[in-house]
C-alpha cells in the first residue's frame, strides 16, 4: 500500500514552485516511503518529484481542479507553505475508515470565516483548511470536488474554503477532523503540554522577505530542540516527555 500513497502539490508561478521543492524536500526527510507529485505551470526537473503534471491557464489558484487528479490512491494534499516535521503513516491510516480529513480553520468564528454562498450553514458546521487535505480516490470524494469546482467557478470565487465548505455539506463522503498538530499554523511561545507539530502550515516558508524567513527560522529553533529530543527518546526506546 505503501506505493499508492503520495504527498501532491499544486502550485503556480516560480516563487510557488520553488516552495513546494522546499515543502517537498521536508516530506522525502521525514517520510522516504512517501511518493511526491506536483501540478505546476513552471518546468520541473527536480529528481524529489516522482510525478510532475503540468497547469495550463492563467488563474493562479488552481488547487480545486488538480486535487482530484492526484496520481495516488491515497494523497496527503500540502500547500507549499508547509514543512513536515515527523513520520505520517499514522495519519495515512484514516484512510482505512475514513474518505477524508482536514483540521478546522483558525478564527473560523470571524465574518470573513462565516461567508457564504448558497447555503445557510451552520456555525458548528466551520470552514476546513484545505491547505492540508487527506483523501483516498472513490466516488465519493471525486463528487465532493466536483461540486467543490462547479460551486467556485459559478460563485465567482478566489479563495478555495467558502465553496468547499459548502461542497462538503452536501457530500456524502465520510469525513474526519484530525487535531492541530497536523495542521499546525502558529508557534506558540510556551508549548506546554501541547502536542508537537506533524507539519508546520505557516506562510512565512514561502514569504518573499529574507527577513520574515529568517526571523520564522528562529521562532521554530525550540519546536525543533524539542523535536530532536522526542526522536532521540523514540530511537533509544524510551518514552519522550514531549506532550504528545
Known amino acids: 500500500m505503501a506505493g499508492d500513497r503520495g504527498v501532491l502539490f499544486v502550485v503556480t508561478g516560480a516563487r510557488y514552485t520553488a516552495a513546494a ?73 484514516l484512510l482505512e475508515r475514513f474518505e477524508i480529513a482536514g483540521a478546522h480553520v483558525r478564527y473560523r468564528s470571524s465574518p470573513r470565516r462565516l461567508g457564504r454562498y448558497q447555503l445557510d450553514l451552520p456555525q458548528a458546521f466551520p470552514q476546513i483548511n484545505c491547505g492540508v487535505m487527506l483523501y483516498r480516490k472513490c466516488a465519493n470524494v471525486d463528487a465532493l470536488f466536483k461540486s467543490w469546482g462547479e460551486i467556485y467557478r459559478a460563485g465567482g470565487f478566489t479563495r478555495d474554503q467558502i465553496p468547499f465548505r459548502e461542497a462538503l455539506w452536501k457530500s456524502d463522503a465520510r469525513l474526519y477532523i484530525f487535531g492541530p498538530e497536523y495542521n499546525t499554523r502558529n508557534i506558540p511561545l510556551f508549548p506546554g503540554k501541547q502536542p508537537l507539530p506533524y507539519i508546520l502550515h505557516i506562510n512565512a516558508f514561502h514569504a518573499a522577505s529574507n527577513l520574515k524567513r529568517w526571523g520564522l527560522h528562529l521562532l521554530l529553533m525550540p519546536v525543533r530542540r524539542r523535536l530532536r529530543h522526542a526522536s532521540a527518546h523514540k530511537r533509544d526506546g524510551q518514552p519522550a516527555a514531549s506532550g504528545n
Open 21 to 93: 521543492a522546499d515543502a517537498a524536500q521536508s516530506v522525502q526527510d521525514t517520510n522516504p516511503w512517501l511518493r511526491i507529485g506536483i501540478y505546476t505551470d513552471q518546468p520541473m526537473d527536480n529528481p524529489l518529484f516522482d510525478f510532475v503534471g503540468t497547469i495550463d491557464g492563467s488563474d493562479s489558484r488552481r488547487k480545486h481542479d488538480y486535487v482530484g487528479l492526484s496520481p495516488f490512491a491515497e494523497t496527503l494534499y500540502l500547500d507549499s507553505d508547509i514543512r513536515v516535521t515527523s513520520d505520517l503513516s499514522d495519519l495515512f491510516r
